[in-house]
């Protein structure tokens, strides 16, 4: 991952599991459901913000790997797979 988003996403990580899971629910579940419309906004715009980072670092081809092999491989699997990806046209502009 990225450094410029690891704060970023480790605060939307937190944010997702902030209530705890009930007998019928995840804590992700929870935490959406209970969210506010303006903190789930926030969220929204956190993650697409991260998206377009993950973006401008591949299309750079800066490296994604934190010099772990096996973090690398697994990258470079999933960078593999996303080759025929299309990002939506909304996204995309």
């Known amino acids: ?3 410029s988003i690891q704060s970023r ?9 902030a209530v705890p899971p009930t007998e019928r629910e995840t804590s ?9 419309p303006a903190d789930t906004g926030l969220l929204m715009r956190s993650i697409l913000a991260m998206f377009g980072e993950l973006v401008r670092v591949r299309v750079s081809g800066e490296r994604l790997g ?3 092999r096996k ?13 025929n990806a299309r990002v ?4 995309a502009g």
Do not use: C, W, Y
């Open 28 to 36: 992700v579940q929870v935490s959406v459901r209970k969210m506010s």
């Open 71 to 83: 973090a690398d491989i697994h990258i470079a699997k999933f960078e593999h797979t996303q080759n």
């Open 88 to 91: 939506p046209t909304f996204l």
């Open 9 to 17: 996403f480790e605060a939307l990580r937190e944010a997702m599991q």
């Open 66 to 68: 934190n010099g772990d």
């Open 1 to 3: 991952m990225p450094p």
